[in-house]
């Protein structure tokens, strides 16, 4: 190693620091390795301060650079920020999670590799991330536990059972709901998911029933979506590139959409992705249905930044009055 260097601490969490070190590689030299564990606020100025310090380390000193990080957030919530700087970014596809959404309890993968500054001697500075079984002896059984979303047998504690039982209950009580707006979302984006709850938050303050299928321990999802979907009066739909994706599974945004479109309920949408209507990936039956529902003329709410809750809870709040969803 030939040095280290800890550069100035996130204003979010003074304990975490973007660290650099440089190494001397047989084939090219002198090698940057770049390291942090980024704060994870939904809304915090974390992954910007990360984007400006790549930048300053990248610009100040060309060298080959690789980035290992646990950036907690997806790759594409970061990637952006670091083109911003005209950065030459690649990041490495990661081939099995290393997280547990907290939101939903879905695996994700938010620790990272990526290449900076390519062009090494006229070749093109690689990388590629190790399979389970070459960096452990039965690190590939953990993944695969991993990807079941635990990896260690569950038992409820007393609490959680008291817990269990009060969210039965809570059940009960939605389903004795005279109506509500169902909030739609795919639940694989942690800050997507912050994003609805601030919305959620904003539109309660205006006395507007919401319900959003959030199932804990003793409830059934599927159960809960069931009651979403029969006492709603109208949906929310929180339009990223993958909403309304067609996976096989029963309870999607896919089922979700098709239900509104056959009960006729009001849609209010929020753009969240670039491209509109949303069109998944591969994923010719969400794209064809979003195509059918989300027509040209049908108004939605712009809010890609994730930025304006409180606004986007004002514009549906004056529809839903407009309409007179709850008037009767």
């Known amino acids: ?41 939904p809304f915090g100025r974390a992954r910007k301060e990360f984007a400006d310090c790549i930048a300053g380390i990248v610009k100040g000193e060309k060298l080959p650079t690789v980035l290992l990080a646990d950036l907690n957030f997806p790759e594409k919530a970061i990637q952006p920020l670091l083109l911003d700087h005209d950065l030459d970014v690649s990041f490495v596809p990661t081939p099995y999670p290393t997280n547990i959404c907290q939101g939903s309890l879905l695996p994700k993968r938010i620790d990272s590799i990526a290449v900076i500054n390519h062009e090494v001697k006229g070749a093109k500075l690689q990388a590629t991330a ?50 509500h707006l169902l909030l739609s979302a795919r639940f694989n984006n942690d800050e997507v998911i912050a994003y609805m709850r601030a919305v959620k938050k904003q539109l309660e303050a205006r006395n507007i029933p919401v319900f959003v299928v959030e199932a804990t321990v003793g409830q059934s999802f599927a159960d809960l979506t069931r009651i979403g979907l029969a006492r709603a ?21 896919f089922h979700e959409l098709e239900f509104a479109r056959g009960h006729k309920l009001p849609l209010f949408p929020i753009r969240l992705c670039d491209e509109w209507p949303p069109a998944p990936q591969n994923n010719e039956r969400g794209i064809f249905q979003n195509q059918l529902v989300f027509k040209k003329g049908l108004v939605y709410i712009d809010d890609r930044q994730m930025t304006r809750a409180q606004w986007v809870a004002d514009q549906i709040a004056e529809s839903v009055a407009r309409i007179g969803i709850f008037s009767s």
Request: hydrophobic share 35%; proline share 3%; with cysteine.
């Open 1 to 41: 190693r030939e040095r280290i260097h800890f550069h100035r601490a996130f204003r979010e969490n003074s304990k975490k620091v973007v660290t650099e070190a440089h190494f001397h590689h047989a084939g090219m030299g002198l090698l940057r390795v770049v390291t942090t564990h980024l704060p994870g606020a």
């Open 130 to 179: 190790l399979k389970a079984e070459d960096v452990l002896d039965g690190l590939r059984e953990v993944v695969d536990l991993l990807k079941s979303r635990s990896a260690e047998p569950w038992t409820p504690t007393r609490y959680q059972s008291d817990k269990a039982s009060a969210a039965s209950t809570d059940m009960r009580s939605a389903a004795a709901q005279q109506g």
């Open 233 to 253: 009066k109208g949906m929310v739909t929180f339009c990223t590139s993958e909403y309304g994706a067609y996976t096989g599974v029963r309870y999607e945004t």
